[in-house]
């Protein structure tokens, strides 16, 4: 007899996944995608930043040079994250740009 139990996983453990799999099937609109980077950055680099697509480029605004520097450094990490949320056709460049955001 195998006495073994599997180790039960944490329920926060599959949100990322199930997270995804909901945008991934949601229709694609400047929420969606607001939603998907607030979720991929995290409120600090989302209340300093906007964000738009066009096409399969996110344009990001900046608030300051300091701000765009920190977004360039994290570029693979944050497309990542956004094909993870939103599938890897949806979001293929980003491109950051030094704005003041009012």
Known sequence: MNDKIDPMRPLSSAMPG????????APLSPEKVAFAWRTSVGPAFERETAVRLEGTTLIIDAATRQWAQEIRRASST???RMHTLLGPDCVQRLEVRERRIS
């Open 78 to 80: 944050i497309l990542a």
């Open 18 to 25: 199930a997270l995804a799999d909901l945008l991934r099937g």
